[in-house]
Every structure is written in C-alpha cells, then in structure tokens.
C-alpha cells in the first residue's frame, strides 16, 4: 500500500513539475516573441526617422525669404521646398506622403501602410511602414493650424510637427484574429520650416 | 515516502522555485529594457525638437533687438542675466533669443502613449576654445545643456538624457 501510494505522489509531483516546465517555456516563448518584435519595431521606426529627421533639418534649406518653404500641408501628408543638391538653383520639391492600406494586405496588421518620398514629381520612394503618419503645423505664436492648411496661410507654418507610429507586422503567435495585439512605438519631433526666421 | 526522500522532494522543488523566480526576474528586466529603449526614442525626439527651435533662435537678446554685428562680446547679456529677458517671454513660443530658455523646465506628452516626459534647460557662455568648459565671461559661444527625464508614469529606473548645442554668434554682412 505504501509502496502505491509513493507511486501516486510521485505522479502528482512529476505532474506539477512536467505542468510548470510547460508553463515556463510557454511563457517564455510568447514573451521572446513580444519582447523581439518590439525591438524589430524600434529599429524600424529609427531607420525611417532618420530618413525624415535629416530631410527635414534642411527643409527651406537654400529658400528665398519671400517665398513659403511648405507648398503642401495636409494631415498625413506634405510638401516643402529645399535645396537637396545644394546647387542653388533650381529648389528641389521633396513630398512626403502615405500610402493606402492595400499596399500592405498581405501582413497581419491591418493598419500598417507605406511611406512614400517623392522628390520633383518623380516616381514615389518607399522608405519605411508606418501605422501611423501625421503632421501638424504650428504658427510662431504656438497655434495649431487646422488641415489641409490653406494655400493662403502657408506662410504662417512656423514649426512642423510629425508624428510617426510603427507597428510590428504580425502579432505574437498566440494572438491571432480581432485579439491580436501588436508591438509598436512612436515617435514625433517639431521641426522649424525655416531655419533662418527668427535669427 | 521515507525522510530522505520527503527531504530531496522538498529541496527539489526549493531548486526549482528558485530557477523560475529568476527566470522570470530576467524576462521582466528584458522588458523593462525594451521599454526603457521606447523612452530613449521619445526623449531623444523631444530634446532634439527643443533644440531645433533654440537653433532657429537669435544668439542674444541684442543681436534679436539689432542686426548690426557685434564685434565685442562685452555688449553681450551679461552671465548671470541670461534666461528670458521679460515677463511676456514666458513660453517657447515667446523665446527670441537662445538663452531665453535657461532655467526652464518644460513638460511634454508623447503623443498618446500616455507617457510624459521633462526636460530641463541650463544656458551659459562657454571658452571659445573649450567649450566644455563654462565661461563666466561673456563670449561669442553659448552652450545649452538639455536634462530630459521621463515624469509619467513615473518609475524608479528613469534614465536621464543628456544633451547639449553649442552655438556661434555669426552674422552675415
């Protein structure tokens, strides 16, 4: 009887052991799957804002004081002059702009869409995925304009703000369907239309 | 199950308990990497956006007032006045000249993430020649220091980002 019974409990304590083992390797699979994705997502949004933040430090770079650095100011999408070439003449056109969310229908998230460079009206650039891409347009006195801004009030664009969301393509491995949670993280920055206009 | 057995069950399941506390000890500390490099990425775009707006600003609060150039740096504001230069001055988007932010602390919310984050101003003049080095001269170089920490939600680890901009006095005939 004693000889069942130390049997039974081993069992039962193999049973717990086996059960936590599982749990643990479980939890640390799913938790490297979070944890990798989150760090894929860091490193592309960096790629991308380093694109933009080195762009936009020079946007009105080479401008005539009398003339509006932003040609285009919408939501999601921009337009600003800059002398890319540094040749003088002429000021090169850069357009930054989101895609549709069809571009991107074969990964998981359903939100994530292209961005797209395009300079002088020339074919668009892809440089990164985004789930979000949106700017904002500040006046010297602080005010938030409302968009699209109009071409009349282009010129009152002091600062421009721009948000940008990267969000992990697929979801971890146990969250699929309308639970699936996915990695993302965000940057925003304000940058100065002009460089020169309070100097 | 005899006492010796009752024991090394015992210490077994001790050995085992202790390898998932730190197991998980170490995936916790993983995530709070991966979050602390989220922090890193929104603190470092908040400076960076301060200093793109010091940059754009005038040297002085006499180069903002005059555009002829300045050839003696003594016609400069003297140390201990430097900040902001009136009582209208008293947000970002008042400042005209760069060392209207000293003593400043400003907060900023990323976004929506919910996170917060401070970021503290110190102007001075530096040595021309070194500008690590702070000048209790006036100079043609100030130098602003940046401290930018993470405020909400708030958390004992909060690393703290320190940046600084150099800027010349320069004029263009």
């Known amino acids: 009887m004693g000889a069942i019974l130390d049997i039974i409990i081993s069992f039962v304590v193999g049973g717990m052991l086996l059960l936590i083992i599982l749990t643990a390797n479980d939890i640390a699979a799913e938790n490297h799957a979070i944890y990798n994705g989150d760090m894929l997502v860091q490193e592309m949004l960096i790629s991308t804002a380093q694109i933009i933040e080195g762009e936009l430090r020079n946007m009105g770079f080479g401008v005539a004081e009398t003339v509006a650095t932003i040609l285009e100011a919408d939501s999601s999408s921009f337009a600003f002059l800059t002398d890319l070439d540094r040749d003088g003449d002429p000021i090169d056109t850069v357009r930054y702009f989101i895609g549709p969310t069809s571009e991107l229908a074969g990964t998981q998230n359903e939100a994530d869409r292209l961005l797209h460079r395009q300079v002088n009206g020339a074919p668009s650039m892809q440089i990164g995925a985004v789930t979000l891409f949106k700017v904002n347009y500040i006046t010297q006195g602080g005010d938030v304009l409302d968009r699209p801004v109009p071409v009349s009030d282009l010129s009152e664009i002091h600062t421009v703000e721009v948000t940008m969301e990267v969000q992990n393509p697929y979801a971890p491995m146990s969250m699929v369907g309308e639970q699936a949670l996915f990695s993302s993280s965000l940057w925003q920055q304000t940058r100065l239309a002009s460089q020169n206009s309070r100097r | ?173």
């Open chain 2, 1 to 173: 199950m005899s006492t010796g057995q009752t024991l090394l069950t015992i210490f077994a399941f001790v050995l085992l308990s202790t390898t998932l506390i730190s197991f998980y000890r170490l995936m916790g500390a993983t995530g709070d990497d991966i979050s602390s490099g989220q922090d890193g990425i929104l603190a470092t775009t908040i400076a960076t956006s301060y200093m793109e707006i010091a940059q754009g600003l005038a040297f002085d609060e006499l180069t903002d007032t005059s555009n002829a150039a300045i050839g003696d740096p003594n016609e400069l504001t003297l140390p201990n006045n430097l900040g902001y230069d009136n009582v209208n001055e008293d947000s970002i988007h008042n400042f005209n000249d760069f060392d209207d932010f000293d003593g400043f602390a400003f907060d900023k919310e990323a976004g929506a993430t919910g996170r917060a984050y401070r970021t503290q101003f110190a102007v001075n003049y530096v040595d021309d020649d070194d500008v690590s080095e702070i000048s209790n001269a006036r100079t043609f170089v100030k130098r602003m220091d940046l401290k930018t920490w993470r405020i909400m939600p708030p958390t004992p680890r909060a690393d703290t980002l320190n940046l600084s901009l150099v800027l010349g006095y320069f004029h263009f005939d």
